[in-house]
């Protein structure tokens, strides 16, 4: 193999290497704009859930009967 194929070669692999990198990089982009999205809607059912938690809370009784 000459220095000129080895280097061709090495090119051809370079490039590859780019466009993974570049299709690795938008996947996790992706990944971090779906996983900030479902972060904010946990936030939000949260307070929904602590709000209604709020409403009721005089109607709930958590404490265990006295038997236990």
């Known amino acids: 193999m000459t220095d000129e194929t080895r280097i061709i070669e090495?090119?051809?692999?370079?490039?590859?290497?780019d466009d993974t990198v570049e299709q690795l990089n938008d996947v996790i982009s992706a990944q971090q704009?779906?996983?900030?999205?479902?972060?904010?809607?946990?936030?939000?059912l949260m307070d929904q859930q602590q709000d209604l938690k709020d409403q009721f809370a005089p109607e709930v009784?958590?404490?265990?009967?006295?038997?236990?």
């Open 33 to 44: 704009h779906q996983i900030d999205r479902v972060e904010r809607l946990l936030k939000r």
């Open 61 to 68: 009784n958590d404490t265990p009967p006295p038997h236990y």
């Open 10 to 17: 090495l090119e051809s692999r370079l490039t590859h290497m």
